[in-house]
């Protein structure tokens, strides 16, 4: 019997749309006494910007709050990009520039995994590839207390949450969710982990499912962990699976869906 992929990322609204931090000041509110309209009041929205674009005018908006996330900041009355990438929309009004990247830029509540780089009394270094390393608290765990402290190689791969990130301190990570429990966040043991764009990472936690992974699914039975720093874990019964689908998830960053589709077909071709 054929199942579709396990997918171990959380895969809620929040962590698609990579939940950028936003600053109090960066909370804007046009006090104006004109009607509120349902429609984006940009026509940018989900197209490519660039630093200069100005994307909104506050003048025409009414007693609205706006909430502002990378890439885009305020001047005067308008609301201009600050990085290329594409303009995206979180109903009802938080905008941010969306771009791919090698180097990840940590965000509170983005899911990431992450590789423990040295041990300490009260915490574990993990690079979670940000220009710092980040630390993960030995009690950051569901029941986690001083008398049962979890053991982690150096080298061994977690699935972490990011609970702190700003410029002025290394990011804090958990091995919980919001409600104090482990849900899907732990050590990743087994299968295999590569590398890819913040951009790709991504495509494959976006909503409908990426082309690539339902193609997959129809065909193959594996377990999938994306992390929105650009690391992914893939695991199944046989290396020849596990092959298949990090060579499929590479592949299809530049393609279509249709494009997608095909290459998998191609791939499963080879592998029976």
Known sequence: ???????????????????????????????????????????????????????????????QTIKLGAGLRQDCDTISVMKAGKLRLSKPNKYWVESSHKRYVPCVEDTVLGIVVDCKPDNF???????????????????????????FEIGTLLYVRVVKANNSMNPELSCMDETGKAAEFGQLKDGYMFETSTGLSRMLLSSPTCPVLEALGKKLSYEIAVGLNGRVWANASSPSTVILVSNAIMNSESLSGLQQKIMVEKLMQRLQ
């Open 1 to 63: 019997k054929r199942h579709r992929p396990l997918r171990r990322s959380s895969i809620c609204f929040a962590s698609l749309l990579c939940s950028y931090a936003i600053n109090p000041q960066e909370t804007l509110t046009s006090e104006m006494n004109a009607e509120t309209s349902d429609a984006p009041p940009t026509s940018l929205v989900d197209r490519t910007v660039v630093p200069g674009d100005t994307v909104l005018d506050l003048t025409a908006m009414a007693n």
């Open 125 to 151: 270094l993990v690079d979670i590839k940000a220009p710092t390393l980040a630390f993960l608290p030995v009690l950051a765990f569901e029941g986690g207390t001083r008398r049962n402290i979890p053991k």
